[in-house]
């Protein structure tokens, strides 16, 4: 149980680091934000716990293929800011994901990739 608590504090951490920074500079933000730290955390935890490097490294891979559709979020989303809120907009931005995953998804089946 000591571990659990330990992996999210740890994590819990790296998002409010994030976030703090945030508020200082948008750009300080921005860049720790784009950092994969989440996922490096999670490769450090499943190497911890003895998962198979089979796990881990399939861990990686479907992280690349599933950051991919989320980009244009990113984009997207200053210009929705203004126009509808921060809540429409968020919602909006989920929307577009979930349409450029499933399109992506597709797109990408074609080469072998199975991501759904």
């Given amino acids: ?3 659990l608590i330990t992996k999210y504090l740890v ?11 945030a508020k200082r500079s948008d750009r300080l933000g ?13 490769l450090v935890w ?3 716990e003895h998962q ?3 796990k881990i490294a ?15 979020m990113f984009l997207v989303f200053p210009g ?16 577009i994901t979930v349409a450029c995953f499933g399109l992506f998804a597709l797109a990408v089946r074609r080469f072998g990739i199975e991501l759904l």
Avoid at 58 to 72: D, E, K
Avoid at 80 to 95: H, M
Wanted: net charge neutral.
């Fill in 46 to 48: 499943l190497y911890l």
């Fill in 52 to 54: 198979s490097q089979q």
């Fill in 80 to 95: 929705l800011l203004p126009r509808l809120g921060f809540w429409f907009t968020l919602l909006a931005c989920a929307v």
């Fill in 58 to 72: 399939n861990h990686a891979w479907y992280t690349f293929w599933y950051v991919l559709p989320t980009l244009p």
């Fill in 11 to 21: 994590t819990a951490a790296v998002v409010v680091l994030v976030s703090e920074a």
């Fill in 30 to 42: 921005g860049l720790l934000g784009a950092l994969p730290m989440v996922t490096l955390l999670a």
């Fill in 1 to 3: 149980m000591g571990w």
